[in-house]
């Protein structure tokens, strides 16, 4: 799939998730963004349509995207950090990858904060043949901030958005929750699933909706001192006793 050919003045409104949807496409920032996605394109010829965007300073960097020299006022406009880092790059939105042997997924109900969703797709990256699934309402995944809390792990995991909750029945076999009650996390029964839910950051997952898929619940014990675990960690923990 070929990409639309874009003004510059079109290339700023990527920052808005709105235009992002409507283009196809997003932007990232950054030397070892840049790095990352190069390595994903090497894989995948379809991020080999990515156009680069670079201040003078950076017009030596190797690369085998269509690259644009801009000036620093140019830059300016292209950056969505305080200070610019002279290298920008437009990347096209792909479709997910079909699913591999073995692989599982992650599913995200509403998830709110970019920070935690790029944290969630490192450890995913890391640990590696898994999927991550989002929830209708869900933060946007090409985000500026969930890209770079992601640290490129957004170009190696298989991505999906807006994924009804309800449809993960007729999905998969079998489904797991994360929730406050149930067999430890640790336990051997935990590794026996295709699919694992994690809830919104503040209300978790809705009790109704997750009623009707009747997941086993699994949870990651703790001391009682405090009521609940960062989500990111949450699903941190989670994978790791999955691969362990």
């Not at 070892?32 to 300073?57: F, G, I, M, P």
């Not at 479709?95 to 992650?106: D, L, W």
């Not at 076999?173 to 950051?201: Q, T």
Request: neutral net charge.
């Amino acid at each position: 799939m070929k990409q639309r050919a874009m003004k510059f003045e079109d290339i700023r409104k990527l920052h808005q998730r709105k235009y992002r949807e409507e283009f196809g496409c997003f932007l990232i920032e950054g030397e070892h963004l840049v790095l990352e996605l190069q390595k994903a394109a090497a894989a995948n010829l379809s991020l080999q349509q990515c156009e680069l965007y670079v201040t003078r300073d950076w017009e030596h960097w190797r690369s085998a995207f269509t690259t644009h020299v801009v000036t620093e006022a140019q830059m300016a406009r292209l950056s969505d950090t305080r200070t610019p880092q002279g290298i920008v790059a437009r990347v096209p939105i792909l479709p997910p990858v079909p699913a591999q042997t073995g692989e599982r997924a992650i599913y995200l109900h509403e998830i709110q904060d970019p920070g935690n969703l790029g944290t969630i797709l490192r450890t995913l990256a890391w640990f590696g043949n898994l999927r991550c699934l989002l929830g209708p309402g869900s933060v946007d995944p090409h985000n500026s901030k969930a890209v770079r809390a992601s640290m490129g792990a957004i170009f190696h995991v298989p991505l999906e958005s807006d994924v009804p909750l309800e449809t993960l029945r007729t999905r998969f076999g079998r489904v797991a929750a994360l929730d406050l009650h149930g067999e430890a996390v640790s336990s051997a029964a935990f590794g026996g699933f295709d699919c694992y839910l994690f809830g919104n950051e503040a209300r978790g997952l809705p009790a109704d909706l997750v009623a009707a898929l009747c997941p086993v619940s699994f949870t990651i014990n703790g001391s009682g001192m405090i009521e609940s675990l960062n989500l990111a960690s949450s699903v941190n923990i989670a994978v790791y006793e999955l691969m362990r």
